[in-house]
DNA sequence: GCCAGTCCGTTGCGGCTGCAACGCATCCGC
DNA sequence: GCGGATGCGTTGCAGCCGCAACGGACTGGC
């Protein structure tokens, strides 16, 4: 990162500069999409994040374990698990044991699910255009290039992390 | 966004790729380095992230209230109030009020406060410096400037729906 | 001056999350 | 085929967060 003069220096020594620390901007930057979206969710739909994560992913794959779902994001299997206990009560989905392997279950959408993923989905995709609109496209190639790269490499640096410990 | 083809399409309709779906990337990209960071806060400082931030945002202006310290990020007055009263317990730092207006507290680092920040900001930086490493010059300060400019539109995006409702 | 409106920071509450322990099922080496 | 190791999903628990209501402090119109 450079360009660390954007902000006046007050103190003594800066060490830091905040607003300019990429972690920091990273996550300002997701919790201000998420909580934008998580509201489209809530509101019209009665889904928190976790609930519509499941749902995209079903829409997606059609039928997936619980396992997978939790592998695909960064969510706990156990933030999955209430999801889906939650999302069953409210109709969206079904679970069927795995009669192969009786330790997972199969998860599918009703029609009643399909029918919210259909009607999430466009907004969600409006929602992303709209964010995206006041880059160029050249912009949005390079951020979405960027962004795999910086995950892939955040990946493997917490694993190494985690080796050590 | 381009691209919506990285994944295979198993299901009947794939309306949004998950994978491909910006918000979603970010957070993932944003919980993946706050975790690692996190990691190194508690670990080797005893600090949390509301903590970190708070610390930081006192390094680099010396003195603030809660108030300045809450809308120059993205959290709520509460975490604030919640990170200063422990920071203040563990003598990190302290607050003393506004004689020309009581309502607010004046918080400052105690020398311990910055003998954690001058030894804690180093370890911030290398992480990013290492996070980044993989991206050219050239990306990088790509990606300063793309997040920045959609960090103002999230923003008011934000602020637009705040208004409608 | 006074009272309503606003602002700062705190706190009780409800909900969510991650962790760790568990029950049950499967797998593997003998 | 038997027993320990591993894997899937659930759940109790403790901590954290945002919300909303609050107390104390200021401000502005009358």
Known sequence: MQSRSTARKEASQALVVLEDFLPY??????SLTS???????AERFGLTIPGWRVIATLGQYDVRT???IAAHGVMHK????????SLEQQGLIVRHPNQDDRREELLALTPEGRGIYEALAPEALAFEERLVSILTRAEQDMLAGIVAKLSG??????A??????
Not at 35 to 41: K, P, Q, V
Not at 153 to 158: G, I, K, N
Not at 160 to 165: F, T, Y
């Open 66 to 68: 619980a396992r997978d």
């Open 160 to 165: 190494e992390e985690r080796k050590e410990a």
């Open 25 to 30: 901007r990273l996550n300002v930057l997701a």
């Open 35 to 41: 909580n934008a979206l998580a509201r489209i969710y």
């Open 153 to 158: 490499h955040a990946r493997s640096l917490a």
């Open 78 to 85: 156990s933030t999955i698990s209430r999801a889906v206990s």
